[in-house]
Every structure is written in C-alpha cells, then in structure tokens.
C-alpha cells in the first residue's frame, strides 16, 4: 500500500486531507508540524509527503528543504499546501525542492490528481 506522510498543525486540515487519502485507498501517517515530520522520516519511509506551509517549530519550506537536502531523502516527491497564495509563494516553494504547490481550499480532485501523478513519475 502507498504510504503518504501529512504533516499540518491544523487538526481539522490534517483530518480532512488524510480522510480524503484514506478514503482513495491510501495508508497515512501525520505529524503536527515540520520538526516531527522530520522526526517520523527516521523510521518511515514514504512514498510521498504532503506538507502545509505555515506550521510551527519549521514550516513546509524548511522542510521541504531538509528533505530535499537528505541523500536517504531527496528522491521523495514533495507537496506544499498552503493558503498563501501569490506567484512568489509558489515559486518559493518550488524553489526549495517542492514538486508541487497546491493552494488551500483546493478541490479534492486536484490534490488526488497532483498526488497520483507525482507517484507514477516517482
């Protein structure tokens, strides 16, 4: 089974995005924030992670950054999800290694369909 892990300090986010995973016959594993994503990756081994950008401890670009920067790491497809919204954000996130950036609220289709193409390129 495709392992994804979620990490977002909004319960109600993290509930709705795994739920939606789970439901299209994904497993998930969460974390609260960037700092115990990072944390969880020491014994997991996901397939894909889907990070919000505003969390606290570190947020999605630090670490989607140290993701990226980790050999054992690096070759796990990233997905920011974040309300911030301008072209500069996105860039930013992408710039930090992210493989895609998906804007909150967003169509539950669009995160499937970005999820489920980054796994077939992966």
């Given at each position: 089974?495709?392992?994804?892990?979620?990490?977002?300090?909004s319960?109600?986010?993290?509930?709705?995005?795994?739920?939606?995973l789970i439901d299209?016959?994904?497993?998930?594993?969460t974390?609260?924030?960037?700092?115990?994503?990072?944390?969880?990756l020491?014994?997991?081994?996901?397939?894909?992670?889907?990070?919000?950008?505003?969390?606290?401890?570190?947020?999605?670009?630090?670490?989607?950054?140290?993701?990226?920067?980790?050999?054992?790491?690096?070759?796990?497809?990233?997905i920011?999800?974040?309300?911030?919204?301008?072209?500069?954000?996105?860039?930013?996130?992408?710039?930090?290694?992210?493989?895609?950036?998906?804007?909150k609220?967003f169509?539950?289709?669009?995160?499937?369909?970005?999820?489920?193409?980054?796994?077939?390129?992966?």
């Amino acid at each position: 089974m495709t392992t994804i892990l979620l990490a977002d300090d909004s319960t109600a986010q993290r509930e709705l995005i795994a739920g939606l995973l789970i439901d299209n016959g994904f497993s998930v594993t969460t974390a609260i924030d960037g700092a115990e994503a990072l944390e969880k990756l020491k014994s997991l081994a996901p397939d894909l992670i889907i990070l919000d950008v505003v969390m606290p401890k570190l947020n999605g670009y630090q670490t989607c950054r140290s993701i990226k920067s980790d050999p054992k790491t690096e070759h796990i497809p990233v997905i920011l999800c974040s309300t911030k919204n301008t072209q500069v954000d996105s860039y930013w996130g992408l710039k930090q290694g992210a493989d895609a950036y998906i804007i909150k609220p967003f169509p539950h289709e669009e995160l499937l369909g970005t999820v489920k193409q980054l796994l077939r390129n992966s």
